[in-house]
């Protein structure tokens, strides 16, 4: 892999150079936005954008909540098992930071010392809009236009290979879709007991849709005792 970003006339590294090349002619507030945004901005829009679909799910209801709240608490954690993963195949391929081999590259970022492949960066943000694309279809594309657009600030940024995203873009897909059905069978449950709780059913259900399924569950314990009662009394 490191082999590969020794030739110039490499499609990965062209489209790097094509790439990175559009900061050299932006201005630098510019450059500054992206470098923000890239390193830091569009992890916490992620993060926002499963708390906003977490609030959007447990306020319609349905039958599904339970399941899709579930699919959500999964996105952070597949974004932590994708990392994982990450740590022994960067240790693996040994590939380093463009900036190290190829001459002219604008480096927003200072002090990248690390491998290179995997991104890092567009592991998390993959793996959480593919979960996120389980709990709910149009806040996963969501997502997963975040995710691309993470994926080309850190080829902008001058700090990662095309090939790197791509392959955090993968990776990150791989283990949030794959390791889903696990996930899934482990946390419905525990999030069905929450959901049972008098305090914690808000995190699964909306108030309105909480209090019809207490009404409901009462007048059912009610219809028992009133069967009970008139067999007693036959």
């Known amino acids: 892999m490191a082999g590969l970003a020794e030739s110039g006339s490499n499609p990965d590294v062209d489209l790097l150079y094509d790439i ?7 201005p630098h507030w ?8 890239g390193e830091y901005g569009l992890l916490l829009a992620m993060v926002l954008l499963v708390v906003w679909c977490w609030w959007s799910v447990r306020r319609r209801g349905g039958e599904d909540a339970t399941s899709s709240v579930a699919a959500l608490v999964w996105a952070p954690l597949a974004a932590g098992a994708a990392v994982l993963v990450n740590v022994p195949i960067r240790g693996f391929v040994e590939r380093r930071r463009p900036f190290l081999d190829h001459q002219g590259l604008d480096v927003l970022v200072q002090g990248k010392t690390d491998f290179s492949f995997v991104s890092d960066h567009a592991t998390l943000t993959m793996a959480m809009a593919a979960a996120l694309f389980v709990a709910d279809r149009r806040f996963g594309l969501a997502g997963i236009a975040l995710a691309l657009l993470e994926g080309f600030c850190r080829v902008y940024m ?3 290979y095309p090939t790197d995203v791509v392959g955090g873009f993968a990776l990150g897909t791989a283990v949030a879709l794959l390791l889903s059905p696990v996930a899934m069978a482990l946390l419905t449950p525990v999030l069905r007991a ?14 309105r849709d909480a209090g019809v399924r207490r009404m409901l569950s009462d007048a059912r314990g009610e219809e028992r005792a009133s069967a009970e009662e008139r067999d007693l009394a036959a």
Request: a positive charge; aromatic letters at 12%.
């Open 20 to 26: 990175n090349g559009l900061a050299k002619g932006a």
């Open 30 to 37: 510019f450059d500054r936005l992206m470098e923000f945004v």
């Open 158 to 160: 001058g700090v990662h």
């Open 194 to 207: 929450v959901e049972g709780t008098r305090w914690g059913g808000w995190l699964v259900r909306g108030r």
